[in-house]
Structures are given as structure tokens and as C-alpha cells.
């Protein structure tokens, strides 16, 4: 069943241990991720984006504020949420598809059901024929597949994802974009997209929500009410991405 993700009151401060001066990273986010709803966080480099995601993903403690992941308040890690990182994060000694089964091990599952589980996750990312490949032997956009199928794999409602496709090149980047969209839509999964780069977040959301400069707070959010799939050099979308430029425009010199 997927859930919601609500932000209440969120602030986030680190203390450096050298000096004990307080950063504040985040300050007073509040927002709603909707059932089934792709949005993305676009802000400049330091604004918090990730920090916010580990607070969703259990990973951190806030400061102030809580978030609630439909009625349950997060307050570690679960299985009802995922996360795919920039970094690949594969075991290297272990093949695709016992990187897809580990994340199973925990789960009261049959050895046979790993393996049926796993190989359907593999074959909707389109790796199935590399099942038995080690990581060394795949490429960045493979590797990232592997990692998107492992959290598939998880059954998680929330699909957490930090910049995951930063490192790969644009034809690349923009061909696991469109897989990524397919697979969201067939596992109708809630979505929450960590990214910098404009054109990324206007082909994917449903909303964008831009972070101000540091500390992180919310500048805007702007719904893309454009049917997928989007074309990139449309009229609609150049402008949707000329007003989020504008926002970003904005915090740069600001900061």
C-alpha cells in the first residue's frame, strides 16, 4: 500500500566537533508528499536536500518538527522506506542477483521466493540477462539499475532517491530517467527525487519543491501539469524550467 510522507516543523542543526558552533541545515520545512506522488527537491549544492532525505529515511534525528510516514512517525530506518544513493552501494564478491537478494534477508521468505522475487526485479529494469554478472562487469547506468532493483525488491511504499543518476552521462542519464518513470508508474510507488539539475526534475515530478540557499527552507513548489511523456523542447516545458531557473537564479546570488 503506498503512503503519504508529511514534514512538520523539520529542522535539522550539526554541531562541529571541534569548535561546538551549531550549523543549521534545515529550518522550518513543512510539506506533503502525496499517495503515489513523484516530487522532486531542487536546490543549489548545500542546501540541505540530502539532509532532508536521511531525516525521511530514518538515517538522522531532526531537531524540531517530526515526519510521519503515513500515521507512523519515522524514527529509524524501516522497510516501508527505500533508498537508492549516487553511489551504487554493490557488494563487489557478490553477483546482480544476490545484490537484489540481499536486501531480502531479512524477510521470512523461502530461497526459491528470493530468486523469483529478484529475478522479476532484475527483468523489469532490464538486467535479467546479467543475473549472474559481477559488478566489475557492468556499467555505471547497470550498476544504478541494480541498486534501483534491490530497493524495488523491498516492497517499500516510500522510494527514496539521492541525485542516483549525478554520475552517469547524459544519454545515459536520460534513458534510466524514462525507465525509472515506467517502473514508478507500473509499481505505483510515493517518490521523493534529490536532484540539482532543472531539466531532470521538470521531465520527472509531479511537483518540485526548490530549497532556498543555506539553511534549507522552502522557496516554492510548483506543480508540472504537463501528461507524460514530456517532451523536453516543448514550449510548456521551457518554461516551467525557465521559472525554476528563476528561483535558483535567486538563491545563488542571495547565498
Known amino acids: 500500500m503506498t503512503q503519504s510522507v508529511k514534514i512538520k516543523g523539520i529542522s535539522k542543526k550539526f554541531v562541529d566537533q571541534e569548535t561546538g558552533d551549531e550549523l543549521l541545515a534545515l529550518n522550518n520545512i513543512n510539506l506533503t508528499v502525496h499517495e503515489g506522488e513523484f516530487v522532486c527537491i531542487l536546490g543549489p549544492s548545500g542546501c540541505g536536500k540530502s539532509t532532508l532525505l536521511n531525516l525521511i529515511a530514518g538515517f538522522l534525528e531532526p531537531s524540531a518538527g517530526e515526519i510521519l510516514v503515513g500515521p507512523e512517525k519515522v524514527k529509524e530506518p524501516g522497510p516501508d522506506r527505500g533508498v537508492v544513493f549516487q553511489e551504487y552501494t554493490l557488494f563487489p564478491w557478490l553477483t546482480v542477483i544476490d545484490n537484489v537478494k540481499f536486501a531480502l534477508d531479512q524477510q521470512q521468505l523461502t530461497k526459491q521466493e528470493k530468486e523469483e522475487i529478484s529475478s522479476k526485479y532484475l527483468s523489469l529494469v532490464g538486467l535479467a540477462d546479467f543475473a549472474d554478472a559481477r559488478p566489475h562487469e557492468l556499467s555505471g547506468g547497470m550498476k544504478q539499475r541494480v ?21 552517469l ?12 518513470l515506467e517502473i514508478w508508474e507500473q509499481e505505483e510507488k510515493t517518490a521523493i527525487f534529490i536532484t540539482h539539475n532543472v531539466d531532470e526534475a521538470v521531465y520527472l515530478a509531479d511537483r518540485v519543491v526548490v530549497f532556498s540557499a543555506h539553511p534549507g527552507q522552502v522557496r516554492a513548489d510548483v506543480r508540472i501539469n504537463i501528461p507524460r511523456p514530456r517532451d523536453r523542447l516543448a514550449k510548456e516545458v521551457a518554461e516551467v524550467k525557465r521559472e525554476l531557473l528563476d528561483y535558483l537564479t535567486i538563491e545563488t546570488y542571495s547565498a
Open 147 to 167: 541498486a534501483i532493483a534491490r530497493v524495488l525488491a523491498m516492497d517499500c511504499d516510500i522510494l527514496l532517491m539521492d541525485e542516483p543518476f549525478g554520475a
Open 169 to 180: 552521462d547524459a544519454q545515459t542519464r536520460q534513458m534510466l530517467q524514462k525507465e525509472l
